[in-house]
T-cell receptor, first 112, second 110 residues
């Protein structure tokens, strides 16, 4: 079965650089979520999109932005990277007619 | 105080034991309750989903929700070494964004 695809799997950036993370949801899933998981931490909600419109916003820094495109894939753009942005970034998708999320395998971002 | 409290463990049990994992929460608006399993460096995998109060069983896994006590549990019967992972409880009010517990590290020894 198709899963949530995230790319890249690993990313190393220097401070003050920009990073773009991509997420391809499960086909026919209409909602995409982004979460940030720091080392030893639980996932923290960043932002979500329903039918390409932002539906909810969590603890996402102003340096970050995201969007969902016409093909339903989503991108998380992160600028002026800081050391504290080093984390696993998960994308998840769901269908409002069903229950539960499906998470991708994540992108591990390391800022040096 | 966090909205969802979960003992981080680690919890170490022998193979074949019954495992009990628990979370408490403070937000009475939560009505969707989930348990996720996360292996190291992998994305969380949905194990159980429960809406409102009650029990749900799936194979060796049983999820219980007691909304009156704001307490949820996951039981794993006949635990296996392959069950060793971090177990995260998660919940939401309207089926949208999830609030996670800290996760409990489970180690099943063969």
């Amino acid at each position: 079965a198709a899963g949530v695809i995230q790319s890249p799997r690993h990313l190393i950036k220097e401070k003050r650089e920009t990073a773009t993370l991509k997420c391809y949801p499960i086909p026919r899933h209409d909602t995409v979520y982004w979460y940030q998981q720091g080392p030893g931490q639980d996932p923290q909600f960043l932002i979500s999109f329903y039918e390409k419109m932002q539906s909810d916003k969590g603890s996402i820094p102003d340096r970050f932005s995201a969007q969902q495109f016409s093909d339903y894939h989503s991108e998380l753009n992160m600028s002026s990277l800081e050391l504290g942005d080093s984390a696993l970034y998960f994308c998840a998708s769901s269908n409002r007619q069903a229950y539960g999320y499906t998470f991708g395998s994540g992108t591990r971002l390391t800022v040096v | 105080q966090k909205e969802v409290e979960q003992d981080p463990g680690p919890l170490s049990v022998p193979e074949g034991a019954i495992v009990s994992l628990n979370c408490t929460y403070s937000n009475s608006a939560f009505q969707y309750f989930m348990w996720y399993r996360q292996y190291s460096r992998k994305g969380p995998e949905l194990l159980m989903y429960t809406y409102s109060s009650g029990n749900k069983e799936d194979g060796r896994f049983t999820a219980q929700v007691d909304k009156s006590s704001k307490y949820i549990s996951l039981f794993i019967r006949d635990s296996q070494p392959s069950d060793s992972a971090t177990y995260l409880c998660a919940m939401s009010a309207y089926g949208n964004k999830l609030v996670f517990g800290a996760g409990t590290i489970l180690r099943v020894k063969s």
